[in-house]
């Protein structure tokens, strides 16, 4: 049979990330991640997965964000009996994130039941702690720019993507036909992570495209958060900035650093990371210092820029303590988490600002707010939006169109075929234009479950 590569998922839309390629012989599936934001989406983590689990022989991860990884605890549940391999940063950084989404299906769950709101008696968790666990057990951790056999005759070669720690574009040497995925590219330039690797040759590239409409403002975040910060402090208001935990924090707290080395920030202002995700995120970043682009002593200072809050009675208090401060806190697009609690008591408050760190997904809280949703619902109650609300989107993971047609570039003839996944239609048909215009190659855009021969 010949090669076959099936889109299951991250076609159309930029989460539930996962492509299956196999040629009856073996089956090797690139990332499994699960499917976040609206509702029809989420739904698709509950339906059967559409190729038997147990035929899958590998799994290679490009990073550790819950929508390139979430849903291996299901699947490891449902018959995936075979490795799944990632660089050594990706594996520390999902046992983070996946032990939180269990976590969070279980309280989930929980809540449902004792408040009677599923139609499911009982209401199910999607996985447990415990399938998170064993699913732990299944990783193998991989060093850069070295070949592993991960399936009888198919190799594995992992470069580095910058995106977020450990993030990885996967190379894959199917006996002889290269089969290249960017995983999420990172910005060039960032000042933590190195710029994404330039990959020499495809025959075949799945390329991400979430930012494919799209070019980052030239703004320079720094300037942009000692303004916002500044003029917040002035009106007596705090800074609230919701952030991703992996990644966005660690880059928020660079940045302070940077700010208060050049003391631009308002003498003695405190600055809390209240989020213990990110405090264990950060605690992942330390041990991987060797992949960052700052020296080892400069890293340790950013990170002591901020106090962390680890226990859920010093965050509560912390929206009683006098403003001005600035708290960086989870989830990045406001759908959970301890960000919630300092919403409600800060965006009624237009002295205060809300300060977003990045991509806001279609019907995240995040989204309504940035539209102009003068209330938003949070735990049943309407919340009045007041506050100053602003987007650092400079500060995207995400490389922009530009920084993708950048490191197309680098390829040293056209693949015979580029597929766009990891993007809204809208972003993902805009980059094929570009692709198909400036670069000549052949690209399109590709179709949930849809399979193609290769
Ligand atoms: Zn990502």
């Known amino acids: 049979m010949d ?3 099936k889109f299951l998922g991250a076609a159309g839309t930029v989460t539930g990330s996962r492509h299956l390629l196999s040629d009856g012989e073996a089956s090797v599936m690139l990332d499994c991640g699960m499917f976040q934001g609206l509702k029809t989406l989420r739904q698709r983590n509950w339906a059967p997965f559409p190729v038997d689990p147990a035929e899958i022989d590998a799994i290679v991860l490009s990073h550790a964000h819950l929508d390139h990884s979430g849903y291996l605890p299901r699947l490891v549940r449902d018959g995936f009996k075979g490795n799944v391999y990632a660089s050594e940063a990706t594996i520390d950084l999902c046992d983070i994130l996946l ?24 209401a199910l968790p999607l996985y447990t702690t415990a399938d998170a666990r064993r699913a732990m057990s299944r990783f193998k951790g991989m060093d850069f720019a070295a070949p592993y056999e991960v399936a009888p005759g198919v190799h594995a070669r992992l470069s580095r993507a910058g995106h977020i720690l450990g993030a990885s574009i996967v190379e894959i040497d199917w006996r002889g036909t290269r089969v290249v995925f960017s995983g999420d590219l990172g910005r060039y330039g960032d000042p933590l992570l190195p710029d994404p690797e330039p990959i020499g040759q495809a025959d075949y590239l799945l390329l991400e495209s979430t930012y494919g409409d799209r070019r980052h403002e030239p703004l320079d975040a720094m300037e942009q958060l000692a303004d916002i910060i500044g003029r917040t402090a002035q009106r007596g208001g705090s800074v609230i900035i919701p952030a991703f935990a992996v990644g966005r924090a660690q880059l928020l707290l660079w940045y302070l650093h940077m700010l208060k080395k050049q003391k631009r920030l308002p003498a003695g202002l405190p600055i809390y990371l209240d989020s ?14 060797d992949l960052m682009r700052p ?22 208090k912390l929206d009683t303590t006098p403003m001005p401060k600035v708290i960086i806190s989870a989830s990045g697009m406001a ?24 991509y806001q997904a279609a019907g995240t809280r995040g989204s309504k707010m940035l539209h102009g949703a003068d209330t938003i619902k949070i735990h049943g109650e309407y919340v009045p939006v007041r506050a100053e609300l602003s987007n650092l989107s ?30 809204e239609p809208e972003a993902a048909d805009t980059l094929r234009l570009r692709i198909k215009d400036e670069l000549g190659w052949s690209c399109r855009v590709v179709e949930h479950l849809e399979s193609v021969r290769l």
């Not at 020296?295 to 509560?316: F, L, P, Q, T, W």
């Not at 008591?345 to 205060?352: F, G, K, L, T, V």
């Open 3 to 5: 090669l076959e590569l």
């Open 99 to 122: 032990a939180d989404s269990a976590h969070l299906q279980e309280s989930d769950a929980d809540f449902a039941n004792r408040h009677g709101l599923s139609k499911h008696r009982p």
């Open 276 to 289: 213990p995700m990110s405090v264990n995120a950060v605690e992942v970043y330390r041990r991987h210092r």
């Open 295 to 316: 020296d080892i002593g400069e890293c340790d200072e950013a990170y002591g820029v901020a106090h962390y809050v680890r226990d859920a009675e010093e965050s509560k």
């Open 335 to 358: 759908t959970g988490g301890r960000v919630l609690h300092h919403l409600k008591r800060y965006a009624p408050d237009p002295r205060s600002t809300i300060l977003f760190s990045g």
């Open 394 to 423: 400079m500060l995207s993971a995400h490389a922009d169109s530009d920084e993708i047609l950048r490191w197309l570039r680098g390829f040293k003839k056209a693949p015979r075929a580029t597929f766009l996944v990891h993007g």
